[in-house]
């Protein structure tokens, strides 16, 4: 496992950009090794992945309602993440979290939050006018 932190959320207005980042340590790191991914979760509704990143694959996956609008990226150097969030919408609103899949290079399914053994402790996100 690692430690995650989050950083970079607060309040936009719709249309709005913001840009999160998460930053990974462990004692025994691996940079850019394993698969990352940020996910979101309202009161409302279950935790859903937003992006994923896999060193196994060539670029992000990203959740049907964000394509076009956010974009991941990775530092692997750093083992940091990103996540550049622009045309923000009020349903955008909710805490995200950066997350970690340590045992793993690639996922079938880098959406799904199973395989991922670290959380960082998330970010809250406000869209509104």
């Known amino acids: 496992q690692v430690q995650l932190v989050e950083s970079g959320g607060g309040s936009a207005q719709p249309g709005g950009s913001l840009r999160l980042s998460c930053s990974s340590i462990a004692d025994r790191d691996t940079p850019g090794r394993y698969c990352m991914a940020w996910f979101r979760q309202t009161p409302e509704n279950e935790r859903e992945g937003v992006a994923g990143?896999?060193?196994?694959?060539?670029?992000?996956v990203y959740a049907d309602s964000v394509k076009g609008r956010f974009t991941a990226s990775r530092d692997n150097a750093k083992n940091w993440i990103y996540l550049d969030m622009n045309s923000l919408k009020p349903e955008d609103t909710a805490m995200f979290y950066c997350?970690?899949?340590?045992?793993?290079?690639?996922?079938?399914?880098?959406?799904?939050?199973?395989?991922?053994?670290?959380w960082g402790q998330g970010t809250q996100v406000t869209v509104s006018s």
């Open positions: 990143l896999c060193p196994g694959r060539s670029k992000p």
């Open positions: 997350a970690a899949a340590t045992d793993y290079y690639d996922l079938v399914t880098p959406l799904e939050s199973s395989r991922y053994n670290s």
